[in-house]
């Protein structure tokens, strides 16, 4: 199904800083908890990410990433994830995060 130019604009995707990581047992799926800065317009959100495969906590604290963040929050167990994280997804499922090549400002519109 093909997109119009306007759906498209309305999916909002920022760049943000992850701030802090925490394993989430409860997950069907292993996953990382990820508490990601959006600057101040947007501010502060979580989100859950099956990254797990790819990706040790300490190497994410302060990486910068690509998300959407105007989706429903969802309830994943007893954790809202409050935006979703984008990155490729391979054949056996694991994902390789979306990310500017240089530092930007938090909060910035991917367009």
Known sequence: MDLTWSEFERTDM???TIIE??????ARKPAFQLTIDFGSEIGIRKSSAQITKRYQKEDLVNRQIVAVVN????????FMSECLVLGAVGEEGDVILLAPDFKVENGLRIG
């Not at 989706?71 to 007893?78: L, T």
């Open 21 to 26: 990581v925490n394993d989430f047992p409860e």
């Open 71 to 78: 989706f429903p929050k969802k309830q994943i167990g007893k």
């Open 14 to 16: 920022r760049v943000g």
